[in-house]
């Protein structure tokens, strides 16, 4: 029986269509519906504040009130699973691809999941990244064979929109000015110290990394990003993989 009320209270508390649950009671005895009302709102409201503070420029795009209204709908289809709420929120992008209040701001997608990427990386294990002295160690014949082990940090982001300018514009982080080249970013997210930093891939990047990523080895990393442009240039590409603490460590 205790499980049953659990469940009636679990779906209550999320469907502000549905009575309160029989077995429920105030302390004094008066008006429970009045106060399963405001205790369901205090919850929703939590869990839309903490999309909030995971979203800040997605809530900056659209607005508080619809970021609000779409949160809460949200909110009632995908309740947390967990007492965490750090990771709270990681189906919300998919959730948005299909409601259609939010066709009308294409890119808000792809805002969201680079600011899931950013949070992630914000609470990954703590590493430090690999340097040019471990790239210096590897034998120059061995080299095409070295392997690289991602720091946990380290998240890859492709989206046909501008995404990583747009999120910068709306947090502040550059003149907001109106963008120009609406062309799609390529974006490495890395935390090689204690701030999160965002970087736009050069040409080929993001086929580097990502051949990189998915276990192969230098040699045939470079051949992936330069099949795929011509423009890649290996010697930055290996510098950037240092610079901004995408690294690990290398393995031959």
Do not use: C
């Not at 008006?31 to 399963?36: A, E, N, Q, T, V």
């Not at 990427?117 to 210096?136: F, I, K, N, V, W």
């Not at 989206?159 to 490495?188: R, Y």
């Amino acid at each position: 029986m205790l499980a049953d009320l659990q469940e009636s209270f679990r779906q209550a508390l999320l469907d502000p269509a549905l009575p309160v649950p029989a077995g429920v009671t105030s302390h004094t005895m008066k008006l429970p519906p009045r106060r399963f009302a405001v205790y369901r709102n205090n919850v929703t409201m939590g869990l839309v504040n903490a999309l909030a503070s995971r979203f800040p420029a997605g809530k900056k795009i659209v607005g508080s009130e619809f970021f609000d209204a779409m949160a809460t709908l949200f909110v009632r289809a995908h309740p947390p699973r967990s007492p965490v709420l750090m990771s709270y929120g990681d189906e919300l992008p998919a959730f948005v691809e299909s409601f259609a209040p939010a066709a009308e701001v294409p890119y808000l997608v792809d805002v969201l999941r680079l600011e899931i990427a950013r949070s992630e990386a914000y609470h990954a294990a703590d590493a430090p990244a690999a340097g040019l002295e471990d790239l210096q160690a590897i034998d120059p014949e061995s080299l095409g064979e070295a392997k690289v082990v991602f720091h946990p940090a380290a998240r890859l982001l492709r989206s046909p929109w501008p995404v990583a300018t747009i999120h910068a514009l709306n947090m502040g982080g550059q003149e907001t000015t109106p963008i120009e080249d609406w062309s799609g970013e390529d974006i490495l997210v890395t935390r090689p110290r204690l701030e999160v930093l965002t970087t736009l891939l050069p040409s080929g990047g993001y086929a580097f990394l990502t051949a990189l990523h998915e276990g192969q080895n230098l040699g045939a990393a470079i051949e992936e990003a330069a099949g795929r442009s011509p423009a890649f240039e290996p010697g930055p590409a290996l510098a950037g993989l240092i610079a901004h603490g995408a690294a690990l460590r290398f393995t031959v």
